[in-house]
């Protein structure tokens, strides 16, 4: 499974974004893909993910309103929206694939490599 993300950048504080994922290898119908943060010094941690099967969407509650988590099943990809960004939104965004929920917490069996959003003030 390979996993390719683009669309990070350097914006201004209210910008928009758009972080794109392409996934190779296998179909993920049974699972979720979405997008994990990590920032300077702090852990990684969950930002949204999307049903492949039926479409619902999760999102954290520090981007939720802002961002908007979307899929192509037929280009195996998906899509996060941020809109209204923050200096903290800055972060390396990972894409991963074969979501789930595991209590509180949501994790991934796959990753991509990160790509950088940094937001100005």
């Known amino acids: 499974v390979q996993l390719q993300a683009s669309g990070g950048g350097l914006v201004q504080a209210g910008d928009s974004l758009r972080l794109s994922c392409a996934a190779s290898?296998?179909?993920?119908?049974?699972?979720?893909m979405g997008w994990f943060r990590q920032a300077p010094g702090k852990e990684r941690e969950f930002v949204a993910a999307i049903n492949w099967m039926n479409g619902s969407t999760y999102y954290a509650a520090s981007v939720k309103g802002r961002s908007t988590c979307s899929r192509d099943n037929n280009k195996n990809a998906v899509y996060l929206q941020m809109n209204s960004l923050k200096p903290e939104d800055t972060a390396v965004y990972y894409c991963a694939a074969n979501m789930y929920a595991d209590g509180t917490k949501w994790r991934a069996d796959y990753w991509g490599q990160g790509t950088q959003v940094t937001v100005s003030s």
């Open positions: 290898g296998r179909t993920f119908s049974s699972y979720a």
